[in-house]
């Protein structure tokens, strides 16, 4: 019996070593071996929701804010070296105050996938033009536009210190080469939004006089168009600073606790009506 007892405890000694020993040097030895396994080996693993990360979307009342920043401090275009040179350089000139915080900027990388393309931006604004007659905003007579007399151009509005907070919108404007052509019922400049078409702001030739528009029923349906709220009458500080013939101004919250002054006017003598952000 004794030599059985020895036998059976030497016999789970032994196991009991091998046990601490796998322990130990197993998972080393496993993650060498798979390590051996997957050299010069090329696998493809498909993360779920890769890249995907909290985007801000701005809203309708905050885009028109961020484009009227931009236009009020929009240039004319210029290289660098014309810039530095016509306000004086100097080695402590501050580049970033020459910039300023709202960039309004030709985007050179054309539209992206989620943006309106070259090809078919003219068919989306003449969509949106028909949309904006059905609605009331402009008048029956206005044409359609098209390539072979506008020109279309893609730009970025950005905050440039939260460049999260951007909009790119495609400018269409009468071609300069028809500058002796007629211009009656026809859009002179008009912004329009690169994914959604939406018109932000125009200028168009119509055969109405002010008289014959309803100013406060055309911004009520033009702000109900882009999906506004908060809009509320308001009164300029100076007057004078507004050059058309008859207009009426509006406010609406936009971001930093600001407001978008938005004008509806009408030039007398050339019967242009507009739709202007400030």
Same mark, same amino acid.
């Given at each position: 019996? /004794?030599?059985?007892?020895?036998? @059976? ?18 998972? &080393? ?24 990360? !909290?985007? !801000? ?18 240039? *004319?275009? &210029? ?5 530095? +040179? $016509? ?20 985007? $050179?990388?054309?539209?992206?996938? @989620? ?6 931006? =003219? ?29 279309? #151009? ?5 905050? #440039? ?14 071609? /300069? ?5 007629? %211009?009656?019922?026809? *859009? ?14 125009? !200028?168009? $030739?119509?055969? %109405? ?16 168009? *882009?999906? *506004? /709220?908060?809009? &509320?009458? =308001? ?7 507004? +050059?058309?013939?008859?207009?009426? %101004? ?5 971001? %930093?606790?600001?407001? +978008?002054? #938005? ?16």
């Amino acid at each position: 019996m /004794t030599g059985q007892r020895k036998k @059976r405890d030497l016999a789970i000694f032994l196991l009991t070593v091998l046990i601490l020993l796998a322990s130990i040097f197993g998972p &080393e030895q496993m993650a060498r071996y798979k390590d051996r396994g997957m050299l010069n080996e090329i696998s493809v693993e498909e993360a779920e929701h890769s890249g995907a990360g !909290y985007r !801000y979307t701005l809203n309708s009342n905050e885009k028109l804010w961020l484009l009227s920043e931009c236009l009020s401090r929009q240039t *004319l275009p &210029e290289s660098e070296l014309s810039a530095v +040179t $016509r306000m004086g350089a100097s080695d402590d000139m501050d580049y970033e105050e020459l910039m300023g915080t709202y960039a309004f900027v030709v985007n $050179r990388q054309g539209p992206s996938g @989620r943006e309106i393309t070259d090809e078919k931006i =003219y068919e989306i604004c003449n969509r949106e033009i028909a949309a904006l007659k059905e609605c009331g905003v402009l008048p029956e007579g206005v044409r359609e536009v098209s390539a072979s007399s506008y020109e279309a #151009v893609l730009y970025s509005a950005i905050d #440039v210190l939260e460049p999260q907070n951007n909009l790119s919108v495609w400018k269409v404007s009468l071609s /300069t080469s028809q500058q002796n052509a007629d %211009k009656s019922n026809r *859009l002179i400049d008009a912004y329009v939004d690169a994914a959604s078409g939406r018109l932000y702001a125009f !200028y168009v $030739r119509t055969e %109405k006089v002010w008289s014959e528009l309803d100013p406060e029923q055309i911004m009520e349906d033009w702000s109900s168009y *882009l999906g *506004l /709220t908060g809009r &509320e009458e =308001y009164e300029p500080g100076n007057p004078l600073l507004e +050059t058309a013939t008859d207009y009426r %101004k509006y406010r609406f919250p936009g971001m %930093k606790d600001q407001s +978008t002054v #938005v004008t509806i006017g009408f030039y007398e003598g050339i019967n242009e009506l507009f739709i202007k952000i400030q």
